[in-house]
């Protein structure tokens, strides 16, 4: 016989409410095991979601059973971790564990130290832990454990300079959207496993002009607080005249960037190639849709009917790389959607002809190894500096002039070559050939032409020869050995000379070597030769830290804007140059 079912709704989990005068009513159910009042409406289905919601472990029989469970048997079925901890309060530990990920999570994300005080994150962290008296830290907890955490990391990367035997820095000033000045610095090194690093040493606000006098003094200032300053090999900076000026003033070698020298390149060549007219034309009929929400949806149901992919245009900016080639690249590729959006509405603009748009492929054409060469120098996990003659003969192979090119492309490939190859000559050239021959990919020096390698060459035995002097050790006054041992010492010495290698058949043996695969890694090259060329290795780790470019300041910028704009900008300098070199060092690490 089937069990009886007990009284009441969903078997005694809920009852009828009684009125003062003794009889039910029907619309309105109080919870047995919570007297929470609920309305009821001849379904069942609001009272199990209560009880799935505010009484997960309590079973109601014969309600939700499987196939193969007996009729007026409950269904079992394992409890969760979350609902055996609902409704108990957070541990201690376990407290302090989430805020020390909170103060993570605003770091590496560069959130708002004001998200503490949001009532939905605190509602989700008591869904989370099944306590629903858990409340968020306070603001000065976070940036107490922020602080703690910035100590810490900070402690790792001190460690990390003191071993280091050379660093590169890169630096640029930033203005914010609260015209609020901002010096961000970059440190850049090869350590003794030929791992290369890159991190930031800080982002400081900075009140004075940026002269070239301030500007040295400030990387200097840095340098001192991190005690790198007799470690320092090359500053890296863009071609801005005061930066140009302080990197004459500064004791370091000074290297320009050569993504700025590649893009600075490119909007010259542009107006003198005569692409200035359907270029003003692109940016008309982007700025139009770009500025109106309206044509935006219009153009993107037009994709749609064309079975493209609804993407926006894209505006070009002359001081954001590569953005007049995504210009033209998604333009085009839209073009037929545009035209058609445009064809429906009332407007004013001109569009680019088919000659045009023909200009605008070869356009494309040529800018797209620009790009390329922009992307490449600008890595941070690779080695770039070596790689910056060979890209620059990339670039100038590609921009040779042919019969079959028109007039336009004769004009912007001249223009180009011209301009790049005056920017090429202010930058650090014996700098860049040293470490072009140091790559064991491209130690041939076929970037150069024959009358220049031989001197390159002459310049590594030289760097080779300080660096040999500067090994030696201080001689000291010794006692004169017992005569029994004299023939010993001259023995040792003898054989010692014969073992030593000139500096001349240092460079030669290295210059014999198989040159590396273009896929292959100098740092784990030279990992691997250390021990036959020992002598060569420190300039190799010198000159193979150094970046090419100062994109690691323009990432670290990037991060500061998140936290130093609208409500974040409450913030005192000192928490934003925490907050943004925590976010920086964790991505290093991951």
Same mark, same amino acid.
């Given at each position: 016989?089937a069990?009886? $079912?007990?009284?009441?709704?969903?078997?005694?989990?809920?009852f009828?409410? !009684?009125?003062?005068?003794?009889?039910?009513?029907?619309? !309105?159910v109080? #919870?047995?095991?919570?007297?929470?009042?609920?309305?009821?409406? /001849?379904?069942?289905?609001?009272?199990?979601?209560?009880?799935?919601?505010?009484h997960p472990?309590?079973?109601?029989?014969?309600?939700?059973?499987?196939?193969?469970? @007996?009729?007026?048997k409950?269904r079992?079925?394992q409890?969760?971790?979350?609902?055996?901890?609902?409704?108990?309060?957070?541990?201690?530990?376990l407290?302090?564990?989430l805020?020390?990920?909170?103060?993570h999570?605003?770091?590496?994300?560069?959130?708002?130290?004001?998200?503490?005080?949001?009532?939905?994150?605190?509602?989700?962290l &008591?869904?989370?832990?099944?306590?629903p008296?858990?409340?968020? =830290?306070?603001?000065?907890?976070?940036?107490?454990?922020?602080?703690d955490?910035?100590?810490?990391?900070?402690?790792?990367?001190?460690?990390?300079?003191?071993?280091?035997?050379?660093?590169?820095?890169?630096?640029?000033?930033?203005?914010?959207?609260?015209n609020?000045?901002?010096?961000?610095?970059?440190?850049?090194?090869?350590?003794?496993?030929?791992?290369?690093?890159?991190?930031a040493l800080?982002?400081?606000?900075?009140?004075?002009?940026?002269l070239?006098?301030?500007?040295?003094?400030?990387?200097?200032?840095?340098?001192?607080q991190?005690?790198? @300053?007799?470690?320092?090999?090359?500053?890296?900076?863009?071609?801005?005249?005061?930066?140009?000026?302080?990197?004459?003033?500064?004791?370091?070698?000074h290297?320009?960037?050569i993504?700025?020298?590649?893009?600075?390149a490119?909007? $010259?060549?542009?107006?003198?190639?005569?692409?200035?007219?359907?270029?003003?034309?692109?940016r008309?009929?982007?700025?139009?849709?770009?500025?109106?929400?309206?044509?935006?949806?219009?153009?993107?149901?037009?994709?749609a *009917?064309?079975?493209?992919?609804?993407?926006?245009?894209? &505006?070009?900016?002359?001081?954001?790389?590569?953005?007049?080639?995504?210009?033209?690249?998604?333009?085009?590729r839209?073009?037929?959607?545009?035209h058609?959006?445009?064809?429906?509405?009332?407007?004013?603009?001109?569009?680019?002809?088919?000659?045009?748009?023909?200009?605008?492929?070869?356009?494309?054409?040529?800018?797209?190894? #620009?790009?390329?060469?922009t992307?490449?120098?600008?890595?941070?996990?690779?080695?770039?500096?070596?790689?910056?003659?060979?890209a620059? #003969?990339?670039?100038?192979?590609? $921009?040779?002039?042919?019969?079959?090119?028109?007039?336009?492309?004769?004009?912007?490939?001249?223009?180009?070559?011209?301009?790049?190859? &005056?920017?090429?000559?202010?930058t650090?050239?014996?700098w860049?050939?040293?470490a072009?021959?140091?790559?064991?990919?491209?130690?041939?020096?076929?970037?150069?032409?024959?009358? +220049? /390698?031989?001197?390159?060459w002459?310049?590594?035995?030289?760097?080779?020869?300080?660096e040999?002097?500067?090994?030696?050790?201080?001689?000291?006054?010794? =006692?004169e050995?017992?005569?029994?041992?004299t023939?010993l010492?001259?023995?040792?010495?003898?054989?010692?000379?014969? +073992?030593?290698?000139?500096?001349?058949?240092?460079?030669?043996?290295?210059?014999?070597?198989?040159?590396a695969?273009?896929? &292959?890694c =100098?740092?784990?090259?030279?990992?691997?030769?250390?021990?036959?060329?020992?002598? $060569?290795?420190?300039?190799?780790?010198?000159?193979?830290?150094?970046?090419a470019?100062?994109?690691?300041?323009e990432?670290?910028?990037?991060?500061?804007?998140h936290?130093?704009?609208? /409500?974040?900008? *409450?913030?005192?300098?000192?928490?934003?140059?925490?907050?943004?070199?925590l976010?920086?060092?964790?991505?290093e690490?991951?």
């Open positions: 016989m069990a009886a $079912m007990k009284p009441g709704l969903l078997q005694g989990k809920f009828f409410k !009684k009125l003062p005068n003794g009889d039910l009513d029907k619309t !309105k109080v #919870c047995t095991l919570c007297k929470a009042e609920l309305v009821y409406c /001849r379904s069942s289905s609001s009272l199990k979601y209560h009880l799935n919601a505010k472990l309590a079973e109601v029989e014969g309600a939700g059973a499987s196939t193969d469970v @007996a009729p007026g409950s079992v079925r409890t969760t971790m979350f609902e055996c901890n609902r409704g108990k309060p957070v541990s201690t530990a407290s302090a564990k805020t020390n990920l909170l103060a999570w605003i770091a590496l994300n560069c959130r708002p130290i004001s998200v503490v005080e949001d009532e939905g994150l605190e509602l989700l &008591q869904a989370a832990t099944g306590d008296s858990y409340k968020l =830290p306070a603001r000065r907890t976070i940036l107490r454990r922020i602080n955490q910035h100590t810490a990391e900070k402690a790792a990367k001190e460690e990390k300079l003191a071993g280091a035997t050379c660093v590169a820095l890169t630096g640029d000033h930033w203005s914010s959207v609260n609020e000045n901002y010096l961000g610095v970059t440190v850049h090194l090869i350590d003794a496993s030929w791992e290369l690093h890159s991190f800080g982002v400081m606000k900075t009140e004075e002009r940026h070239a006098e301030a500007c040295a003094r400030q990387f200097l200032d840095v340098a001192n991190w005690a790198i @300053a007799d470690k320092i090999t090359t500053i890296g900076t863009d071609s801005a005249p005061n930066m140009i000026a302080a990197g004459r003033i500064l004791p370091f070698e290297l320009p960037c993504a700025h020298l590649v893009q600075r490119i909007v $010259m060549s542009l107006r003198d190639g005569g692409f200035d007219g359907v270029l003003a034309k692109c008309k009929v982007v700025g139009h849709f770009k500025h109106n929400p309206a044509n935006s949806d219009e153009l993107n149901a037009q994709q *009917s064309l079975e493209q992919a609804q993407e926006s245009l894209v &505006q070009d900016v002359p001081t954001r790389w590569n953005s007049t080639l995504a210009m033209i690249k998604r333009l085009r839209n073009r037929d959607a545009v058609a959006t445009l064809s429906q509405q009332s407007h004013r603009l001109t569009l680019p002809t088919n000659a045009e748009y023909e200009k605008l492929a070869k356009l494309e054409e040529l800018l797209e190894p #620009c790009r390329y060469i992307e490449l120098l600008g890595g941070e996990k690779y080695v770039s500096c070596s790689v910056v003659l060979p620059l #003969c990339h670039l100038q192979q590609a $921009m040779k002039i042919s019969d079959e090119d028109p007039a336009y492309i004769v004009r912007f490939k001249a223009a180009f070559t011209k301009d790049l190859n &005056q920017r090429r000559e202010k650090n050239l014996e860049l050939k040293v072009t021959a140091l790559d064991p990919r491209f130690k041939d020096l076929k970037c150069l032409p024959r009358a +220049e /390698r031989e001197p390159v002459a310049k590594l035995s030289e760097l080779v020869r300080g040999e002097s500067a090994l030696q050790l201080p001689k000291t006054e010794n =006692p050995p017992p005569k029994k041992k023939a010492l001259l023995m040792a010495s003898e054989s010692e000379s014969e +073992e030593e290698t000139p500096v001349d058949n240092a460079v030669e043996r290295y210059k014999v070597e198989p040159s695969s273009l896929d &292959q =100098p740092l784990k090259w030279w990992s691997e030769h250390t021990a036959v060329h020992g002598k $060569m290795a420190h300039i190799a780790r010198k000159y193979l830290g150094t970046p470019t100062t994109v690691p300041c990432r670290l910028f990037s991060l500061a804007g936290i130093v704009q609208k /409500r974040r900008s *409450s913030l005192s300098p000192e928490n934003v140059n925490k907050l943004v070199c976010s920086d060092w964790w991505k690490e991951r």
